[in-house]
């Protein structure tokens, strides 16, 4: 890393660390002042009596933090929010209410007391240390210097590797932020000579449980989309679901993933085979590993610098979105989709919360020298989804992935074992209006109008899925609180579509997944042919075909196997043969093998519907989202990679996520890791 980024390995208690001790008292002090303008009973008259109150306080809390970071194992994450929230306000009542002979009725002006006090010490704070980030990184590395009985490093001279996914992002964003500045710590490394960025090229799928799958596994082949049907038994599998995503890794991990040696799985869907994963969607009830990170977590969220400021932050977004989104009405920003409270809370808990939760994670693991780590921040992904890929909030968004970067750069200077950061998206990005605007109506009606059968339609949900696999985390059924985060679990990955039995007459399922779009007869137990699906629903295939939001449709038949249809003309995939004009000539040189490779499966749908490709280089989602991915066309298809300049990359470029996996595990092998693997089997 970057020498200027390294920072002194002190122990024990530093001025700085009293610095702010003192800045946080004298912000309490003024608070409790403050507060008692405004909230009846709450009695402090002058300066002194509220510093001695603040002191009081302090010292209350403080007891109380030790009793919540050990309460959090059985309460969760979410549980140790409220009980520190409620600590905070008993704090209060002791010090303010009791003396004067208050009752616990009291107890809910001592609640708004404690959101005063926080509020305006975090301020004092916030200022006195010229930037949040800062201040989450001071708390860091004190964690680290106050830490007692760490289990020693075996081997602290094997460098550590930490891979951060920057979700979404695609090649020439990330290049054009870089030129213009706007993301320091990766401008640094790259102007620096540390790092240098490549492009790589995710196939079809372009979505994130295909690439995820294939970088932490080795595999892309099984996943047609972010949900499908396994025709044998007519089960829906929905990546983001926790029982999905741990059968569906299950069916694809052969135990030697990116992270077994040793390695931490934060926020991803799949694990990578690592031993400990952290709000990992398929080992969301591995019990030792979520106990450990609801202690982690509980430590961080119950310092000013952790929950003051993740809760700042939350409210900051919130009315950060809501203006944004009125003022891209206002503007008439085009293209744009409804951003309603749903999405909002769901940017707050992504950009207040979940950054912070998953950054104390992976620095956390750091600190304990881990071998190799893997994170997934979703921040650019979600909220280029609903405002667009180039829209000045999804470039904050990405500014805050990058901010935090520099954390991690921080903590590495301080760990015992030398760690190099790779930074990498799984997917990138297109956009355009989406197809039910441009055309009146979505992809599941007009198949139902052209079948003239009933039709059940779904879309993906990645940003609830994301926040919801912290949430399964603090779920189980020994308790009460754990039983309601299972129920608000459910909540964040609702099932409307459940085992597909076959109903009376004919039912289609649609899923959309960006701009392609999966079309199931309901009830078959293998893949319909183009024949067959003729002569049950004649208008069908040439209605879609002939519709001008649609590229091309990709059907199976019996004499040429995988044939993309456009209205000029087909192409035969598997055979390379043309006829007419060829409707993949628009979405690049790489777009009939993707074809051929996914319409392969045994997964795939009746029919793919891949969306149009308009003269701006824009598409067309079949759901709700300005930003999306999923198919062919734009830079959904253009992913990067920034890598440490000491690790080698092939000439060519990288072509598939199982392709970009073995890149990386030729990596850690080189740096000395998986030793204990077998070679063969890492290169099968």
């Avoid at 920003?333 to 992504?350: K, Q, S």
Wanted: overall charge negative.
């Amino acid at each position: 890393m970057a020498e200027d980024a390294r920072l002194p390995r002190e122990r024990g208690l530093r001025w700085g660390d009293v610095g702010r001790a003192l800045i946080s008292l004298a912000g309490a002090s003024i608070g409790l002042i403050i507060a008692s303008w405004f909230i009846p009973g709450f009695d402090v008259d002058n300066l002194e009596q509220a510093l001695v109150a603040g002191i009081l306080i302090t010292v209350v809390g403080a007891a109380s933090r030790f009793l919540l970071v050990r309460g959090a194992v059985w309460l969760g994450w979410v549980g140790a929010v409220l009980l520190g929230l409620f600590a905070q306000a008993f704090a209060i009542w002791i010090v303010v209410y009791a003396p004067q002979g208050g009752g616990l009725d009291d107890l809910g002006w001592s609640l708004l007391g404690s959101w005063i006090v926080a509020a305006v010490a975090t301020l004092f704070v916030w200022v006195a240390t010229a930037g949040t980030d800062d201040a989450v990184t001071a708390s860091l590395l004190r964690r680290k210097r106050l830490q007692r009985n760490r289990r020693p490093i075996d081997d602290p001279d094997l460098p550590g590797v930490v891979f951060v996914q920057a979700d979404g992002v695609p090649y020439p964003v990330l290049e054009w932020c870089v030129r213009a500045g706007t993301l320091p710590t990766l401008s640094r490394w790259i102007r620096g000579g540390s790092h240098q960025m490549v492009e790589w090229r995710p196939m079809l799928p372009a979505t994130t449980p295909a690439s995820q799958m294939g970088i932490l596994h080795g595999t892309i082949d099984g996943i047609p989309a972010f949900r499908w049907v396994d025709r044998p038994t007519g089960r829906v599998f929905v990546a983001n679901k926790p029982g999905d995503a741990k059968d569906i890794e299950a069916l694809h991990s052969d135990g030697r993933g990116l992270l077994v040696d040793d390695g931490v799985s934060v926020s991803n869907l799949f694990t990578g085979d690592a031993p400990t994963a952290f709000a990992t969607m398929s080992a969301v009830d591995r019990t030792r590993e979520t106990k450990e990170a609801r202690r982690t977590i509980s430590e961080f969220l119950s310092r000013p610098a952790g929950f003051a400021r993740s809760l700042s932050r939350t409210v900051s977004e919130i009315g950060r979105e809501r203006f944004q989104a009125s003022r891209s009405r206002r503007r008439d920003v085009r293209p744009r989709v409804h951003r309603g409270w749903d999405f909002t809370l769901e940017r707050a808990g992504i950009s207040g919360v979940l950054r912070d939760l998953n950054t104390t994670l992976v620095t956390d693991a750091m600190l304990r020298g881990r071998r190799v780590i893997y994170v997934d921040y979703v921040d650019y992904d979600a909220v280029a989804h609903h405002a667009g890929i180039l829209q000045p909030e999804s470039l904050s968004a990405l500014e805050g992935i990058d901010a935090v970067l520099a954390q991690i750069e921080k903590v590495a200077a301080v760990a015992e074992r030398h760690y190099e950061i790779v930074v990498l998206s799984d997917h990138g990005q297109s956009q355009g209006a989406i197809f039910a605007d441009r055309y009146g109506e979505d992809l599941a009606t007009l198949v139902a109008r052209l079948a003239d059968v009933s039709v059940v339609a779904t879309e993906s949900d990645e940003g609830s899925g994301t926040l919801n696999s912290m949430v399964a985390g603090s779920a189980d059924t020994d308790t009460v609180f754990g039983r309601a985060m299972d129920r608000a679990s459910d909540q964040l990955t609702p099932e409307p579509v459940k085992n597909v039995a076959p109903a009376e007459g004919d039912r289609f399922l649609v899923f959309g997944s960006g701009n392609l779009g999966l079309v199931y007869v309901a009830g078959e137990k293998r893949r319909l042919a183009r024949d067959e699906l003729d002569a049950r629903f004649p208008a069908l295939i040439p209605g879609l075909v002939a519709h001008p939001g649609v590229g091309f449709v990709v059907v199976d038949t019996v004499e040429h196997g995988p044939v993309a249809l456009g209205p000029g003309g087909e192409h035969r995939v598997r055979d390379g043969v043309v006829v007419g004009v060829d409707p993949l000539a628009r979405f690049g040189p790489y777009a009939a093998a993707f074809v051929l490779r996914a319409a392969s499966m045994a997964e795939t749908p009746d029919l793919y519907v891949n969306s149009l490709l308009d003269e701006l280089g824009e598409v067309a989602a079949f759901e709700g989202l300005v930003g999306c991915h999923g198919g062919l066309g734009g830079w959904q298809d253009r992913a990067m990679v920034v890598h440490p300049v000491g690790f080698e990359v092939p000439d060519e470029m990288v072509v598939g996520a199982d392709s970009l996996h073995r890149v990386l595990v030729g990596w850690l092998e080189r740096l000395g890791h998986r030793t204990s693997l077998s070679h063969t089997a890492d290169h099968a």
